[in-house]
T-cell receptor, first 113, second 113 residues
Framework: EAGVTQFPSHSVIEKGQTVTLRCDPISGHDNLYWYRRVMGKEIKFLLHFVKESKQDESGMPNNRFLAERTGGTYSTLKVQPAELEDSGVYFC???????????FGQGTRLTVV | AQSVSQHNHHVILSEAASLELGCNYSYGGTVNLFWYVQYPGQHLQLLLKYFSGDPLVKGIKGFEAEFIKSKFSFNLRKPSVQWSDTAEYFCAARIVGGFKTIFGAGTRLFVKA
């Protein structure tokens, strides 16, 4: 069974540019989550989808971040325009319903210069 | 506010030493508890989880954790570490019936051969 996959694994962009991160959850997992870890700190929740619907986006930092989950399958997280403080590792995870544990992707390391 | 605290940010041990990583949580209700591990260059993976029942939980690779409700703690233990246990360890909590997982800041373990 394929795990959660994220693309790209690394991205280096300039301040002001746009970046789109992609996450493919485990097939059949209705729940999809985005998390972010800024260097050395805790992994922080960004948002949660159930199928294509946003259930909780309380962790989204500001309106420069836009997450979508088309058709309830893969998800994208767009940062536009990127700022220096957006640098970090962005994790995607998925889980079944009801949720037991979340399965994580390898993360996307975003560096804004 | 909900939070998870890990006592040590960095731990260095020699092979065969015993390991205990501290974790305390602060939540307003009943929680599910997790320990995740991230080996160098790999994705986060679940070591063990506590949902209910026996508070002493056995996980993969010889790890175990004990849930002590009165102390709001869920410490991770391993009697004898190996060089291959070098990794970052994350304690996490999620309110029962909820979806958002709160993580601690992580503990980097380095095991000397």
């Amino acid at each position: 069974e394929a795990g959660v996959t994220q693309f790209p694994s690394h991205s280096v962009i300039e301040k002001g540019q746009t970046v789109t991160l992609r996450c493919d959850p485990i097939s059949g997992h209705d729940n999809l989550y985005w998390y972010r870890r800024v260097m050395g700190k805790e992994i922080k929740f960004l948002l949660h989808f159930v199928k294509e619907s946003k259930q909780d986006e309380s962790g989204m930092p500001n309106n420069r971040f836009l997450a979508e989950r088309t058709g309830g399958t893969y998800s994208t997280l767009k940062v536009q325009p990127a700022e220096l403080e957006d640098s970090g590792v962005y994790f995607c995870a998925s889980s079944q319903n009801p949720p037991t544990e979340a399965f994580f992707g390898q993360g996307t390391r975003l560096t804004v210069v | 506010a909900q939070s998870v605290s890990q006592h040590n940010h960095h731990v260095i041990l020699s092979e065969a030493a015993s390991l205990e990583l501290g974790c305390n949580y602060s939540y307003g209700g009943t929680v599910n508890l997790f320990w995740y591990v991230q080996y160098p260059g790999q994705h986060l993976q679940l070591l063990l989880k506590y949902f209910s029942g026996d508070p002493l939980v056995k996980g993969i690779k010889g790890f175990e954790a004990e849930f002590i409700k009165s102390k709001f703690s869920f410490n991770l233990r391993k009697p004898s570490v190996q060089w291959s246990d070098t990794a970052e360890y994350f304690c996490a909590a999620r309110i029962v019936g909820g979806f958002k997982t709160i993580f601690g800041a992580g503990t980097r373990l380095f095991v000397k051969a």
